[in-house]
């Protein structure tokens, strides 16, 4: 099993986030997921075939810098997402999925 690590950033003019919510954006959870399995694929080099299990766990804020750590096998890899609040890890995010 090996560990793979990237890094993403939802800008605060991206299309979904005046709906989710007015006044008060946070990036939506399917939007956070997208950008995992777009780095697991660019990273392993594999499609996500079946998402195992995902937990939300704490908002994405527009502008924030989110950090993916991945442990990836063969067939499948599960997931954690951060962010850094206050100098400490915040987890938004963990799940599994299984390649195709």
Do not use: W
Request: glycine content about 8%; hydrophobic content about 45%.
């Amino acid at each position: 099993m090996k560990t793979i690590e990237f890094q993403f950033c939802v800008p605060a003019s991206h299309a979904s986030l005046p709906g989710h919510f007015p006044g008060s954006p946070i990036v939506p959870g399917v939007l956070l997921l997208d950008h995992v399995l777009e780095g697991l694929q660019r990273e392993v080099g594999a499609r996500v075939g079946r998402i195992g299990s995902v937990k939300f766990l704490a908002s994405l804020m527009p502008q924030e810098v989110a950090s993916a750590t991945c442990r990836v096998d063969s067939a499948s890899a599960s997931f954690r997402v951060t962010a850094t609040r206050d100098g400490a890890a915040c987890e938004l995010a963990k799940g599994a999925v299984s390649f195709s």
